[in-house]
T-cell receptor
């Protein structure tokens, strides 16, 4: 079955450490996105990519980095420059930037905690 | 610019109806609706395109008012399974991504 997979489900980061969150999709979607969600809050866009080897900053890109070397993969690195990284991170993909007629498909999320 | 959802939260008894609104200050091309259970991924419910159509399945439907630049989500005879946070995502002509509202938290009690 096609879908989008995020790993790990839970991740703990020490102060000053970089960590990478994985996002893989087998839906043949061109566009992929990373969102951050804080408790009781909405979805804030970190980065998005419309095609391979190209990506754009979202609203809260500082302290994060991404790569898009393959269509299926869009990993997110949370760097030590991100001072408050504890949050729920969601990856999504779609056929087009505004989701076409089928909307965005979201992964099940990674909960990152700073220890 | 982020669309505005109202209300921010609503509590209902099972069987009651609910309406959630999503308003934009810019001309809308499309509106998506998603539901998210706590700690889970948002699930796509439906999309409405410019043209004022109304869509729905089962007891959940939505409308798109082009004049008001607003979409409304209707939940009829609510069930316990309808609980969660509902997000609208708005699409604009020429845009590369959706813009999501802040969410409406719906609680259904027995």
């Amino acid at each position: 079955d096609g879908g989008i997979t995020q790993s790990p489900k839970y991740l703990f980061r020490k102060e000053g450490q970089n960590v990478t969150l994985s996002c893989e999709q087998n839906l043949n979607h061109d566009a992929m996105y990373w969102y951050r969600q804080d408790p009781g809050q909405g979805l804030r866009l970190i980065y998005y990519s419309q095609i391979v080897n190209d990506f754009q900053k979202g609203d809260i890109a500082e302290g994060y980095s991404v790569s898009r070397e393959k269509k299926e993969s869009f990993p997110l690195t949370v760097t030590s420059a991100q001072k408050n990284p504890t949050a729920f991170y969601l990856c999504a993909s779609s056929y087009g930037g505004t989701g076409g007629r089928y909307g965005y498909t979201f992964g099940s999320g990674t909960r990152l905690t700073v220890v | 610019q982020q669309p505005v959802q109202s209300p921010q939260a609503v509590i209902l008894r099972e069987g009651e109806d609910a309406v959630i609104n999503c308003s934009s200050s810019k001309a809308l091309y499309s509106v998506h609706w998603y539901r998210q259970k706590h700690g889970e991924a948002p699930i796509f419910l439906m999309i409405l395109l410019k043209g004022g159509e109304q869509k729905g399945h089962d007891k959940i439907s939505a409308s798109f008012n082009e004049k008001k630049q607003q979409s409304s989500l209707y939940l009829t005879a609510s069930q316990l399974s309808y609980s969660g946070t509902y997000f609208c995502g708005t699409g604009y002509m020429g845009a590369q991504k959706l813009v999501f509202g802040q969410g409406t938290r719906l609680t259904i009690n027995p």
